[in-house]
């Protein structure tokens, strides 16, 4: 699947904030970045982004944007969490000896099940 060139222009930009330790841009700072006075038009890049699997955001969740590595395995789904959450993950997982993927699984499955919310 090909990118645009603000497609690929913004990706580039995403990776390169993020290789420097910065967090991940802003909508302005991207629309700034690629030129674009419509933060709109930044909107549907990164849901194309997205949608191609190159990155992952959690929706409602400022400066979420992480670049999925080698992009999406087939029967996966991509969970961004924001870095604090991930290394409190990492930590607990490291400290059941198990890996942080299936933590998250099954932390996620326990809280999806029907009866999760019954006793509220």
């Known amino acids: 699947m090909g990118l645009t060139k603000r497609q690929a222009a913004l990706l580039a930009f995403i990776k390169s904030e993020l290789d420097q330790g910065l967090p991940p841009p802003s909508y302005v700072e991207m629309a700034s970045h690629l ?12 849901k ?41 993950a990492e930590a607990s997982a490291a400290a059941q000896g198990i890996p942080v993927s299936e933590l998250v699984a099954t932390l996620i499955l326990a809280a999806t099940r029907p009866d999760a919310g019954a006793g509220r």
């Open 48 to 88: 194309g982004l997205e949608t191609r699997g190159l990155i992952r955001r959690i929706a409602g969740c400022a400066r979420s944007i992480a670049v999925v590595q080698d992009g999406p395995k087939p029967g996966t789904i991509p969970v961004a969490l924001p870095e604090f959450t991930y290394r409190r």
């Open 35 to 46: 030129r674009l006075a419509s933060l709109s038009g930044i909107n549907r890049l990164v």
